[in-house]
Each structure stands twice: as structure tokens, then as C-alpha cells.
């Protein structure tokens, strides 16, 4: 995973702390640079993303203090407004949300900045902005102070490499070593090759962390536009061995990419949705979810994705005997299949050839489709009035036959009621049909 020198446009190690403000706009914060305590620093990836020019319209802000840094966000809170969540109070670390902003503050480690920074991550990460001047007048007032980078940030920036710090930083917080996959992936870098071996050696202490955090950075990797070159890296350095499913999901993964999807015709919206839920199911199944500790709803999704992969038999290794062994679905089956997808529809078609997609995707963007958003051409209680019926397994079972019927046809639209009770008196005269609640 690489991106090459940046060769068209000027050197970030070029680049003034002066430039980097102007894109930062600090006077959008929702706090004033003077309610920050002299020696605050502005560090991580609000700088370098701002390097980069890369910044959102909000960016997260972390901030390094020479205080308390939980009792100065709360008396932030207090004074503007906003929340205060505690993150580590062992290292005096909090949370501020307020105006739609994120604000992370904690107490600066070590001596000095540059030993704060010495203790973090990767290069890049370890970039900081003072935000006033030596003479402790707010950086906004004249000439910018300048960047500190005691670990070669900048130069790591210029030439597109994610660098570790050193490895004992990676060992101390193992998710680490998952975020410097994710770095490299969402940034388009390399990683670098003594970080990705400290990274491979040190795989095994992820499975260490909580689930939670795991399955946070997989998310985020996940739904990178390079995000199957990034989760196949994981693979490659056993960074995934405590959750991932069996091998043969993980064939189609790099296939996964924006390329492939715009070839079966998904929408840059249908894309945003459906490559990370794609990727997700390609990368884990029920067991491993379950350890991650992840929601329900993400777990019922995948399962479903899955069951019906197998079911098909798309999304085979190719090169497997069953690879091009595809089976046909019954109308029951086919029912069930987009009952079971009518949301998810779009991650399923990137595993389908790009004929077969471009068609699935053409119903399924009509809401009024009656197979891809099959739903009944009456409902329960009319049936039970019109026919005297009771509710029961017979009942469910009309209405499941009536939406068959609508589904493939056999009620054209727009069906008349007179048709439809027709149909459903016809289905319960049949003998097998008969009440046997």
C-alpha cells in the first residue's frame, strides 16, 4: 500500500505553521484561543490532516495541556456549554462535545512537549501546533509559533510513510498496531518496513484489547476507499487471526474496490453503504462478531449476507472447483432472498457478475418492484373480515401466497381488490390449504 512522493504541489516541510492556520480557521472553533491556558498545544490528526489539507468542516481537535486536562474541559462545559465525558482519569483525559465539535483534552506526559510526543504513535500523529507564543500571546495575534516535530512527522508526510515512533509505543496500546494499517489505507502510504515488522511481531497482543475498540478501527478500515488492499494487510500480518472467518469468504475481498463497484452499477451513495458491510461479511462471520462484541442488527446483517452467499454460491473463489457453480433459486427461495436483503440488496450485488448486478440494482431502485420490496396485495384484517378468517398459520400462510403471486406476476398491477379476494378464496379451497391451526 503506497502512495509515491508528493511531486505536485509544495513540500510540506515547506509548508509555515501560518498556512496550516489559515486552514485549521481557528476562528471557527466554538472556543476562542484564549480560553486556552498558555502552553496548550494542538497535536494529532487535526494537524496533520490540516498538512495534508485534507481537514473536514469539523475537525476532531486534540489538545495537550500543561494542567489537569479533566477539570479544565468541565470548567469548559461549564462556562460555553457542551458535555464532558471522562476518557482516563488515571491521565487526566476528557472529552468535549459542544457545537457539534469534538475536543479531546489531556495533560501533557513527560517534561516537556517534545516527551509527550515521544510517547505517541506514529510520526505523523506526533506533529504539534503550539497555540501561543513563547511570550504566551494567542498564536492568531501575529506570527505563528512554530510546528514542533522532535520524531520527523513532516519529512514521513513528504514522502508518504507511516512510521512508527518506536516499538514499545505500539506495545504499550496494541490497537496501535491495527490504526498504523488503517493510516497507511486511508492516507494512500506506505507502511514503513521496520514499523511493519514491529507490527507483525506484535499482532498477537491484539487480541488482547476490547472487542469494542477492535471492531471501531475495522469499521473505520472497512470504509476506506482502499479499504479491501487495507483489510487483506491485516490478514497478511495476523493482525485478525482471534476473529477472522474461514479463508474462503476472503477470495472476493479484493475484488471489493470503488472500480468494481461502479462496474455493476452502483451509485457513489449505494458505494458508501455497501463496500463496508461487502468487506465486513468477506472478513467475519457470527463468531467472530460476537467476540468483537458488536450490535445485534451488524451481526443479523453479515449472518444474513453470508446464508445467502452460500445459498447462491456467488462470492466463490473462482479458482475453486465450485467457484463458477452457481445455484438456482426457487420462486419461494428467490421471495425469502429479497425479503431477507431488501435493504442490503447493494452490498449482495458486488458479489454477482455485472450484468446480473446492473439488473438486480435497476428493480431494486423501484420502490414499487413487487420481488425486490415484496409486500402483500391486502392486508391480515382485510382478509379476516372478507373471508371470516381467523389469524393463525393460515392466515400467514394466504398472505404469503398472495405476495408470491403479486411478486412474479400472477396479480398484474395494479390488481383490483375483486382479484385479489378471488385469488385468496381459490388458495384456501385447495385441500392441502384447508384450516389445521
Given at each position: 500500500?503506497?502512495?509515491?512522493?508528493?511531486?505536485?504541489?509544495?513540500?510540506?516541510?515547506?509548508?509555515?505553521?501560518?498556512?496550516?492556520?489559515?486552514?485549521?480557521?481557528?476562528e471557527r472553533w466554538p472556543l476562542p484561543l484564549d480560553a486556552w491556558p498558555a502552553g496548550?498545544?494542538?497535536?494529532?490528526?487535526?494537524?496533520?490532516?490540516?498538512?495534508?489539507?485534507?481537514?473536514?468542516?469539523?475537525?476532531?481537535?486534540?489538545l495537550v495541556v500543561p494542567c489537569d486536562g479533566i477539570a479544565l474541559a468541565k470548567g469548559?462545559?461549564?462556562?460555553?456549554?457542551?458535555?464532558?465525558?471522562?476518557?482516563?482519569?488515571?491521565?487526566?483525559?476528557?472529552?468535549?462535545?459542544?457545537?457539534?465539535?469534538?475536543?479531546?483534552?489531556?495533560?501533557?506526559?513527560?517534561?516537556?512537549?517534545?516527551?509527550?510526543?515521544?510517547?505517541?504513535?506514529?510520526?505523523?500523529?506526533?506533529?504539534?501546533?503550539?497555540?501561543?507564543?513563547?511570550?504566551?500571546?494567542?498564536?492568531?495575534?501575529?506570527?505563528?509559533?512554530?510546528?514542533?516535530?522532535?520524531?520527523?512527522?513532516?519529512?514521513?508526510?513528504?514522502?508518504?510513510?507511516?512510521?512508527?515512533?518506536?516499538?514499545?509505543?505500539?506495545?504499550?496500546?496494541?490497537?496501535?498496531?491495527?490504526?498504523?494499517?488503517?493510516?497507511?489505507?486511508?492516507?494512500?502510504?506506505?507502511?514503513?518496513?521496520?514499523?511493519?515488522?514491529?507490527?507483525?511481531?506484535?499482532?498477537?497482543?491484539?487480541?488482547?484489547?476490547?472487542?469494542?475498540?477492535?471492531?471501531?478501527?475495522?469499521?473505520?478500515?472497512?470504509?476506506?476507499?482502499?479499504?479491501?488492499?487495507?483489510?487483506?494487510?491485516?490478514?497478511?500480518?495476523?493482525?485478525?487471526?482471534?476473529?477472522?472467518?474461514?479463508?474462503?469468504?476472503?477470495?472476493?475481498?479484493?475484488?471489493?474496490?470503488?472500480?468494481?463497484?461502479?462496474?455493476?452499477?452502483?451509485?457513489?451513495?449505494?458505494?458508501?453503504?455497501?463496500?463496508?458491510?461487502?468487506?465486513?461479511?468477506?472478513?467475519?462471520?457470527?463468531?467472530?462478531?460476537?467476540?468483537?462484541?458488536?450490535?445485534?442488527?451488524?451481526?443479523?446483517?453479515?449472518?444474513?449476507?453470508?446464508?445467502?452467499?452460500?445459498?447462491?454460491?456467488?462470492?466463490?473463489?473462482?479458482?475453486?472447483?465450485?467457484?463458477?457453480?452457481?445455484?438456482?433459486?426457487?420462486?419461494?427461495?428467490?421471495?425469502?432472498?429479497?425479503?431477507?436483503?431488501?435493504?442490503?440488496?447493494?452490498?449482495?450485488?458486488?458479489?454477482?457478475?455485472?450484468?446480473?448486478?446492473?439488473?438486480?440494482?435497476?428493480?431494486?431502485?423501484?420502490?414499487?418492484?413487487?420481488?425486490?420490496?415484496?409486500?402483500?396485495?391486502?392486508?391480515?384484517?382485510?382478509?379476516?373480515?372478507?373471508?371470516?378468517?381467523?389469524?393463525?398459520?393460515?392466515?400467514?400462510?394466504?398472505?404469503?401466497?398472495?405476495?408470491?403471486?403479486?411478486?412474479?406476476?400472477?396479480?398484474?398491477?395494479?390488481?383490483?381488490?375483486?382479484?385479489?379476494?378471488?385469488?385468496?378464496?381459490?388458495?384456501?379451497?385447495?385441500?392441502?390449504?384447508?384450516?389445521?391451526?
Amino acid at each position: 500500500m503506497h502512495m509515491p512522493p508528493r511531486t505536485d504541489q509544495e513540500p510540506i516541510l515547506a509548508s509555515s505553521s501560518a498556512l496550516l492556520w489559515q486552514r485549521l480557521a481557528p476562528e471557527r472553533w466554538p472556543l476562542p484561543l484564549d480560553a486556552w491556558p498558555a502552553g496548550t498545544s494542538l497535536v494529532g490528526g487535526a494537524v496533520r490532516d490540516g498538512l495534508l489539507n485534507r481537514l473536514g468542516e469539523t475537525p476532531d481537535l486534540d489538545l495537550v495541556v500543561p494542567c489537569d486536562g479533566i477539570a479544565l474541559a468541565k470548567g469548559w462545559a461549564k462556562r460555553h456549554g457542551g458535555t464532558c465525558v471522562v476518557l482516563d482519569p488515571e491521565r487526566q483525559i476528557a472529552r468535549l462535545v459542544i457545537q457539534g465539535w469534538t475536543i479531546d483534552v489531556a495533560r501533557q506526559e513527560g517534561g516537556s512537549l517534545e516527551a509527550d510526543l515521544g510517547r505517541r504513535d506514529f510520526t505523523i500523529n506526533a506533529i504539534a501546533l503550539p497555540l501561543s507564543q513563547g511570550d504566551g500571546s494567542t498564536a492568531d495575534g501575529g506570527m505563528a509559533a512554530a510546528l514542533v516535530d522532535p520524531t520527523g512527522g513532516l519529512r514521513h508526510l513528504d514522502q508518504g510513510q507511516v512510521v512508527a515512533v518506536q516499538e514499545v509505543n505500539l506495545r504499550d496500546d496494541p490497537l496501535r498496531l491495527l490504526r498504523g494499517v488503517r493510516l497507511a489505507t486511508e492516507l494512500n502510504f506506505e507502511l514503513e518496513a521496520q514499523s511493519r515488522h514491529w507490527i507483525g511481531r506484535l499482532a498477537p497482543l491484539l487480541g488482547d484489547v476490547a472487542g469494542e475498540r477492535v471492531l471501531a478501527e475495522l469499521e473505520k478500515l472497512a470504509a476506506a476507499p482502499l479499504g479491501h488492499r487495507g483489510l487483506l494487510d491485516c490478514l497478511q500480518l495476523g493482525l485478525l487471526e482471534p476473529w477472522a472467518a474461514e479463508p474462503r469468504g476472503q477470495a472476493a475481498l479484493g475484488g471489493l474496490d470503488g472500480a468494481s463497484a461502479t462496474a455493476r452499477g452502483l451509485t457513489p451513495e449505494e458505494q458508501t453503504l455497501a463496500l463496508p458491510l461487502a468487506r465486513l461479511v468477506c472478513l467475519l462471520d457470527q463468531p467472530g462478531l460476537m467476540a468483537l462484541r458488536s450490535s445485534r442488527r451488524l451481526q443479523q446483517r453479515i449472518h444474513t449476507l453470508r446464508l445467502w452467499l452460500d445459498r447462491t454460491g456467488w462470492g466463490q473463489d473462482p479458482a475453486s472447483p465450485q467457484g463458477h457453480q452457481h445455484n438456482v433459486l426457487t420462486e419461494e427461495e428467490q421471495l425469502q432472498f429479497h425479503q431477507d436483503l431488501e435493504a442490503d440488496l447493494p452490498a449482495m450485488a458486488l458479489f454477482l457478475p455485472e450484468e446480473d448486478a446492473q439488473r438486480a440494482l435497476a428493480r431494486w431502485r423501484n420502490p414499487n418492484d413487487p420481488l425486490c420490496h415484496p409486500r402483500p396485495p391486502i392486508d391480515g384484517e382485510a382478509l379476516q373480515k372478507e373471508l371470516g378468517l381467523a389469524p393463525g398459520k393460515q392466515l400467514g400462510a394466504l398472505l404469503r401466497h398472495l405476495t408470491l403471486e403479486r411478486a412474479f406476476g400472477r396479480l398484474p398491477e395494479p390488481v383490483a381488490r375483486k382479484t385479489i379476494l378471488e385469488a385468496a378464496r381459490s388458495w384456501l379451497e385447495e385441500p392441502q390449504n384447508r384450516r389445521r391451526d
